[in-house]
Structures are given as C-alpha cells and as structure tokens.
C-alpha cells in the first residue's frame, strides 16, 4: 500500500506521521512544491525579521525523514488521477498512489493592479517570500502592508520594531475585521496610533509606481504613499484545484465528509485547503488555523488508514494575539442577539465582551491581559453549546469555577 500525501505542512506532516505511526510497513510519501522541509510558518515573522532561519522554525530534525521511512518528492502535483491510482507531477514523473491526503493549503490572494510585479513587493506565505522580504528591509525606510488583518499587523509590527515607518492599508472601515468588533478594534487602532504605524481604513492599492523597484504605493484615494517595500496581506485562497480538476467537490475549499474525505475515491483532505462546517455559525467554513490543520491531518490519516473517526465539527474562528502591549483574543461570531460587557479601565482596561444567542454563548472577545484568564472556559462553553441561563453575570466578571461549569454539563 503506498499514501501519498500532497503538501507538507501543519496538515501533510501530521498525516505522514500519523500514517507511519498506524502502520510501519506502509509506504509513505510527500510531495512538496516547497524546496524545504516542513516549517512553522507561523513564525515567518520573525523570518521577516531577520531574526530567525530555516533552522530556527523547522518542524523536524534533519533525519525525521528518513528515520521515518517517509520519502520526500520536492516537486508540485499538477494532476490527480485515482481512477488510475495516480499523481502526476510537474516534471513529467508519475507516482503510484492507493490512497492520498490533499494537504495543499492556501495560496496568498494577489491585488492584480499596474506595478505589482516590481521589485520590494511581497506576499507573505512561504519561508522564500519572508526570506526575500527580510533582505530588503534594511534598505527600507517607509513601507505598506496592504491588508489589516492578524497576518498583516503581524507584518507591520515586525517591520516597525526593525525601525521602519510603516502604513497600513485596509479596505474595510476597520483593521482585524474578521476578529474584532468596531469598538474593541478602535482601541488596538488607538494603541497602533502611539507607534510609527499609520492605519489608513477604507482604502485599497491602485497601483504600484517605481522604475524596476518600487517607490510608492497609490490609494483609491488620491493618496500617494512613498515605500520601497510593500507586504500584500489580504487573505488567502484554498489550493483546490487538483480535486476540482478531478471531478470532485469543492465549493470555498474542497468539500469533504465528517471523515474528511473527499468526493473523488480514496482521497482525503485536511487543513486550509478544506470547506468545513463550523461548529458555531453552522456555515461551511475555510479555517486557516495550524492547531486546525494538524487536527485534521491525523484524522484524515486515521480515516484512510481503515480506523473510523468523525472529526467533531470544529470552531474555525479563532485568534489569540498581542500588537504591543495590548493581547486579545477572540472566538466565534458576533451576530449574536445578546452583547454583554465588562470594562475594567484602568491601565489599558480589560475589556470583555460576550455574545449570546438564544442564551447560548456564540462569540467571545478578550482584549488586555487581565482579561484573558476566562478564554479556555469560554472557548469549552463556546464549543459545547451549553446553554449558560443564571451564570451570565459571573461568566461576564471572569470568575466561573469549575463547579459552576460542571452544572452546566
Ligand atoms: C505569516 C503567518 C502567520 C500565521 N500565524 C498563525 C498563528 O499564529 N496561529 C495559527 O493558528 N495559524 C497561523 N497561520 C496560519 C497557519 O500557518 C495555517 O493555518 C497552516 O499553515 C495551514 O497548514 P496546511 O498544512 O493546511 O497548509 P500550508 O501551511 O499552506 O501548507 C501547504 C503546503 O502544500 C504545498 N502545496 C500546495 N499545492 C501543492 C502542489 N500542487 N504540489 C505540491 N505541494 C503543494 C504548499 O506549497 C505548502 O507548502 C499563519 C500563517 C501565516 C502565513
């Protein structure tokens, strides 16, 4: 029986591992369009930085591989075909494969607008992207990360502590739109505001000028902002095409049942690349989280490997994160019916705000460090969907012991 699984990554790593781990005389291999092993991208900021190597983020020592049986093919798939029981690579060669995991992740979207090819412009998802970026930030004094969400900030924050002046560009009338509300992402825009970073919100690119290189980014607005470099972070698509190509289902991401199986024979999918209902909003979602990822790959490998497992529908947003000296973290939606909250506003206040429907708890956010002790319990009531009635009041100070949440159960 040979698995081969197509990314090598949070979700591809955990399949692989988890396939050797069941089975010690299965062959194993992972394709990868990456020229290195398997790394926490997570850290790429500090990549950016200058700060860390591929040594300092990867996932495995050298000889994980090998000691692990687990051939590694550096080339990208460009076709599956399992009818045929194969996967068609880029440099002509085909694999043999019984079953396979599609762990192909996300690609970072593109703006598409005049001057995007030119040098200093970056997205910012591969270990090559941050490492090409890093090279020129010591020759950069004004810079544009195009996208206020938590990889943007990221971004910035890492550029700004290297002693460059940055803007942020974001097109929605807030920055952290998917993770925060309008008043809770004020105050991280008001903490923004005491550092170099400018946020401009409602404005996008409209083109990139520079002869070879680029020395200015032009708004929507009017606006010219002199840079020579920028980061594109505006989100990312689900790499769906080699199961769409093969007849399968995909909709936002690839489409796969509770054993995170696809529609095509014998091809399971795991981690950023798959559409999967989320436990709160009940809505197909794509999550693009790595403990999610990780997650994913085991049960998927469990599944393809005969051992039958559900993946429980998961929370897919998620968000836990420091800009400065301000941490928040969030969860879940925000559409509640109920919004209660608890201000504490002294030093940077602790701010709480807890979403309701139908008293159940459907959204948290946490921000400033006195107020972040709750998010386990929260995130357990949260994912349990337990109705939580009298204990509002004590859940919104923070302060519910483990006997009140063992009457909730
Ligand atoms: C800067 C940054 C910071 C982040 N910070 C956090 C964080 O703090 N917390 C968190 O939970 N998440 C974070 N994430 C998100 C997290 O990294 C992803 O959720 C996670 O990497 C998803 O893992 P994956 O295995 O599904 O896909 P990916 O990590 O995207 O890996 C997929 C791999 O498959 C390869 N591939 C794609 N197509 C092919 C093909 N046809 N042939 C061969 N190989 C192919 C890709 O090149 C890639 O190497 C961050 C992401 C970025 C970019």
Redesign the pocket.
């Known amino acids: 029986l040979r698995v081969v699984i197509?990314?090598?990554?949070?979700?591809?790593l955990s399949a692989a591992e988890t396939v050797r781990r069941l089975d010690s005389s299965v062959a194993v291999t992972v394709?990868?369009?990456?020229p290195y092993p398997a790394y926490l991208?997570?850290l790429?900021?500090e990549v950016l930085a200058g700060e860390k190597e591929m040594a300092g983020i990867r996932l495995r020592p050298s000889h994980f591989y090998q000691k692990n049986r687990i051939d590694i093919v550096n080339t990208?798939?460009?076709a599956i075909d399992p009818e045929n029981k194969r996967v068609k690579l880029s440099d002509g060669r085909k694999i043999h494969s019984d079953r396979l995991v599609i762990?192909?992740?996300?690609s970072p979207m593109s703006l598409g607008i005049e001057g995007e090819n030119l040098d200093g412009i970056f997205t910012?998802?591969?270990y090559n992207q941050a490492l090409e970026a890093s090279k020129v930030v010591n020759r950069t004094a004004s810079a544009v990360v195009v996208g206020g969400g938590a990889?943007g900030l990221?971004a910035a924050w890492t550029l700004h502590k290297k002693g460059v002046k940055v803007t942020i560009v974001e097109k929605s009338p807030q920055i952290l739109i998917r993770q925060l509300d309008e008043e809770i992402a004020a105050i991280i825009k008001k903490e923004i505001s005491k550092t170099e970073i400018t946020v401009v919100v409602n404005a996008c690119p409209a083109s990139f000028k520079g002869t070879g290189r680029l020395s200015a980014v032009v708004l929507d607005n009017g606006d010219e902002l002199p840079a020579e470099l920028a980061i594109i972070a505006v989100g990312t698509t689900p790499?769906i095409n080699?199961v769409k190509e093969a007849g399968g289902k995909t909709g936002k991401g690839i489409r796969v049942n509770e054993h995170l199986q696809t529609s095509v024979n014998d091809t399971y999918a795991a981690?950023?690349?798959i559409e999967i209902k989320d436990i709160v909003s009940g809505e197909p979602a794509v999550s693009?989280?790595?403990?999610l990822?990780v997650e994913q790959g085991r049960c998927a490998a469990y599944n393809l490997m005969g051992h039958r497992r559900r993946y429980p529908l998961p929370l897919t947003n998620m968000t836990a994160f420091r800009f400065g000296g301000i941490p928040f973290i969030s969860a879940g939606i925000r559409t509640g019916d109920t919004c209660l909250v608890r201000s504490d506003d002294t030093a940077y206040g602790a701010h709480r705000k807890l979403f309701f429907k139908d008293d159940k708890l459907v959204g948290y956010i946490l921000i400033g460090a006195g107020a972040l002790n709750g998010a386990g319990v929260y995130t357990d009531i949260l994912k349990r969907k337990l109705p939580v009635g009298k204990l509002k009041p004590k859940l919104l100070e923070g302060n519910i012991s483990a006997a009140d949440l063992m009457k909730l159960i």
């Open positions: 197509i990314g090598n990554s949070a979700a591809g394709v990868t369009d990456e991208r997570c790429l900021a990208a798939a460009i762990a192909t992740g996300a910012f998802r591969t990889v990221k790499n080699l981690g950023d690349c693009a989280l790595w403990p990822a």
